[in-house]
């Protein structure tokens, strides 16, 4: 098996050394080193290339985002194997050993191998990504026969920095959309699950991190009224909805379903900033999915008393903490 590792990277030249000096770690050496330098201002690639010398490849290019970076490293990798690595993610020592060692064993059906994670940086994330997604039962090594399945309900137990895949397979889907912002690695894991089999490593073999003073860029997006966010995740499951393997399945209603949500959420939050015209326009969508206005007002109020109800149950559970409020003696 010959690997290659991509690494892609923007102005984190500190950090990018030491997800480096985990992959030089392995207990079984990989093939190549790989580093997509995204446009850094900080010196990373001249850095790199100082200390490392030709033990790491490094491809500059513009700044176009992780997924354009990911993608050149896929187009530049010589290897059979791709294995990702976020600049500020790191690899255990036997990750790799791990990974062959279960592709061997399993067979060659199975095109793409994760392993366990866990969260560096912040105390309060003690649970590993299997444990997360429900999945902390999982034998030491085997086949993950519900991917789909997983990746619809939000519950996949894999990261990207833990993936090892072929580099023929991710070419092959046309590796990750460089027009999303979020979710490029779903969307790229979710086209994937149609190609080949996933299998896994259960041992927690990469540490991602999840400092909280960390930029994590539009991920901030899930807790606010972005329109980008929104935007996105229509066009992510827009863009599964008209793949001919999801049309007739079992997977069909639940990504129906996704996009129903979304286009309900982008709507209430333009209604909630008075933002009418964009809010018609996510209606005029909604009226296309429910068959008419009516289904889509009834929808709206049922939802807002919906919320209403839980903010009122949750104001409650707040009284009855505070001293002398029901449920609660008097200090």
């Known amino acids: 098996m010959k690997i290659s590792v991509v690494i892609p990277t923007y102005n984190r030249r500190a950090q990018a050394f030491l997800a480096i000096d985990s992959v030089l770690a392995q207990t079984v050496a990989v093939d190549e080193i790989l580093v997509v330098d995204d446009g850094s201002t900080d010196g990373t690639s001249k850095a790199i290339c100082s200390h490392y010398g030709s033990s790491v490849r490094v491809v500059r290019q513009d700044n176009a985002g992780v997924s354009a970076a990911r993608n050149r490293g896929i187009r530049a990798a010589k290897g059979e194997w791709v294995a990702f690595l976020d600049s500020d993610d790191l690899w255990f020592p036997s990750k790799i050993e791990r990974q062959v060692e279960a592709i061997t064993t399993l067979g060659s059906q199975f095109g793409l191998c994760f392993t366990d994670n866990t969260f560096g940086g912040n105390p309060e994330m003690t649970r590993s990504v299997f444990e997360e997604a429900g999945f902390e039962n999982a034998p030491a090594v085997g086949a993950l026969e519900d991917p789909v399945e997983r990746l619809l309900a939000g519950k996949e137990p894999f990261f990207t920095s833990s993936i090892l895949v072929l580099r023929s397979l991710a070419q092959e889907v046309g590796g990750f959309d460089e027009t999303l912002l979020i979710r490029e690695d779903t969307d790229f894991f979710f086209r994937l699950s149609f190609r080949t089999r996933f299998c896994f490593s259960s041992e ?26 929104f935007d996105c995740l229509e066009r992510l499951y827009s863009k599964w909805l008209a793949m001919p393997e999801l049309a007739g399945t079992e997977f069909e209603p639940p990504a129906r379903e996704l996009l129903r ?16 015209g964009p809010a018609l326009r996510e209606i005029g969508r909604l009226r296309k999915m429910e068959h008419g206005y009516a289904p889509v007002a009834g ?33």
Do not use: W
């Open 204 to 229: 927690p073999l990469v540490e991602v991190d999840r400092t909280p003073s960390r930029s994590l860029g539009l991920c901030n997006s899930y807790a606010s009224r972005d329109d980008r966010m």
């Open 261 to 276: 949500e979304t286009c309900y959420n982008s709507t209430e939050s333009k209604l909630h900033q008075l933002r009418i």
């Open 299 to 331: 929808a709206l109020l049922m939802r807002k008393f919906a919320k209403l109800r839980a903010g009122r149950g949750v104001q409650k559970d707040r009284d009855r903490e505070k001293p002398g409020g029901y449920g609660l003696d008097p200090a």
